[in-house]
Structure formats: C-alpha cells, structure tokens
C-alpha cells in the first residue's frame, strides 16, 4: 500500500534512564535527551472525528487526531511521540519540524473471527503528552 502524496510519519521514543530514586528501576529519558525514531512505513496522520459544542457564548469545533498504521504489529507504545512531516538532520541525527502528537492509548487490533481478516489499526493522538 503506497501513499503517494502522504508525508513521512516518526514514532520517537525516549531512551530509559535509571531512576534516580530507585536505581534497580529505569524510566523514560528526557524528550531533550537523544531519541529512538523509528519511521513507520504504510502509516498516516488523519482527522478520526470532530465534534461542535456550543455555549451560549461561542463555538467551537474540536478535531481529533489518530494515526492509522496498515501493519497492526508496529512498535508505537503509549508514551511515544509521533511526528507528521519534518525534516531529518543527518549531522545531528535528530527529527525537526512537521506536527508532533503524542501516543496516550494503544488499542488492540481487532480481527474477524470468521475470516481471519485484519484492518488497519487506529491509534489516538494527543496534542499534549499525558
């Protein structure tokens, strides 16, 4: 499946640190600290609803945002980052650029049970991490 006129999409991961309270243990580097980017292949950023609430002094419209990945067994993880555009910088070694949504959620790929089929799998974006 090519997608000629998509852009390139970049799971980024935080390298592990020991935690400095429980030096057995490790946790999630800094998003300043070197990164593990993983470009994903057959994956796009898309629109997955929108909805209009109104109040009596305005109106919005909120548009939220999921990455839609053709191989259900990538590695994207609740915590990852995923970025949408951008460009790579060789000397640097480091991703700049393009939209940067944050991996919260990570659902399973469902498959029919009669024929075995397997969809897309759709994963939640945030703006923010959390």
Known sequence: MEFPFG???VRERR????????PGTQ?????????????????FVASSSSSAPA??????????KSLYL??????????????RGGTFDEDAGTWS?????????RP??????????QPVVEIPLD????
């Open 27 to 43: 946790v999630p580097g800094s998003w300043e600290g070197p990164l593990d980017y993983l470009p994903l292949e057959h994956a």
């Open 55 to 64: 109040t009596v002094t305005r109106a919005q419209i909120l548009t939220d």
């Open 97 to 105: 650029g393009g939209v940067v949504l944050y991996v919260n959620a």
């Open 7 to 9: 852009e390139q999409v």
């Open 70 to 83: 053709s191989e259900p067994s990538a590695d994207v993880q609740p915590g990852d980052r995923i970025r």
């Open 108 to 117: 399973e790929a469902d498959t029919n049970p009669f024929t075995g089929w």
């Open 127 to 130: 703006m923010t991490e959390g």
């Open 15 to 22: 390298i592990p640190v020991v935690d400095p309270y429980d």
